[in-house]
């Protein structure tokens, strides 16, 4: 099976391709230019290092939230088009979990997180591979006394590990550990392995992006309307 998969919900940008199980192509950006201007050169990169085209994909998986709005989107939107312009299956992704992927040999609890910005972070907890809680906005003061209480070591990983490490450290002590390098941002291979192994897949008009709270633009909206009404 071929798959094409793309991450743009955080600050990394990331493009892969696995083709029969193996990881042919792999690419994470973090640098000063916006995802729209990295993403599809790093696509293009993918297809002419790989040799493989568009038409070769089985699938195209996305990383569809949580994440950041406007990266989120276009993420999704880029899946969308290439998706309904080649008639192939979309598979979507949750960020969470492709954090969390990989760490499902460690004796505790796996944290991944993404900053969600003003004190807060997009989290979910899981133990050996399996969820325990369902993805949420938390202020990060909130999350590490819920985790405190469980009295059992945590492992962080993901950017929000990366921007909160030493909050975390001091709220949390010893119970905090945190990922090494490979797992501070999600990884695009990653996103492309969950995808091979999803039981099924869904059309370009059914992939849509996975949001935990409206766009501030919509919240602020929402704001006026109140203040005026």
């Given at each position: 099976m071929n798959i094409l998969a793309i991450d743009t919900s955080g600050p990394t940008c990331g493009v892969a391709v696995l083709a029969d199980g193996a990881v042919r192509f792999s690419q994470t950006v973090l640098n000063r230019r916006t995802h729209s201007v990295n993403l599809m050169p790093m696509v293009d990169a993918a297809f002419s290092f790989t040799g493989l085209t568009l038409g070769d994909m089985d699938r195209l998986a996305c990383v569809t939230g949580p994440g950041s709005f406007t990266g989120v989107r276009l993420g999704v939107s880029t899946v969308k088009g290439l998706a309904h312009g080649s008639g192939?299956?979309?598979?979507?992704?949750?960020?969470?979990?492709?954090?969390?992927?990989?760490?499902?040999?460690?004796?505790?609890?796996?944290?991944?997180?993404?900053?969600?910005?003003?004190?807060?972070?997009?989290?979910?907890?899981?133990?050996?591979?399996?969820?325990?809680?369902?993805?949420?906005?938390?202020?990060?003061?909130?999350?590490?006394?819920?985790?405190?209480?469980?009295?059992?070591?945590?492992?962080?990983?993901?950017?929000?590990?990366?921007?909160?490490?030493e909050r975390i450290a001091e709220l949390m002590g010893g119970q905090a550990r945190f990922a090494g390098a490979a797992f501070a941002f999600l990884r695009p291979e990653t996103v492309a392995e969950m995808a091979a192994a999803a039981a099924g897949t869904v059309d370009y008009l059914t992939l849509m992006p996975l949001y935990l709270r409206a766009p501030s633009a919509e919240r602020n909206r929402k704001l006026m309307e109140a203040q005026h009404g």
């Open positions: 192939k299956p979309c598979v979507a992704v949750d960020a969470l979990e492709a954090m969390a992927y990989g760490a499902g040999g460690f004796e505790g609890i796996v944290c991944p997180m993404q900053d969600a910005r003003a004190g807060q972070v997009y989290a979910a907890l899981f133990r050996r591979g399996s969820r325990i809680t369902p993805d949420e906005p938390v202020a990060l003061t909130e999350l590490a006394a819920r985790l405190s209480e469980r009295g059992e070591p945590v492992l962080f990983t993901g950017d929000g590990m990366t921007a909160h490490r």
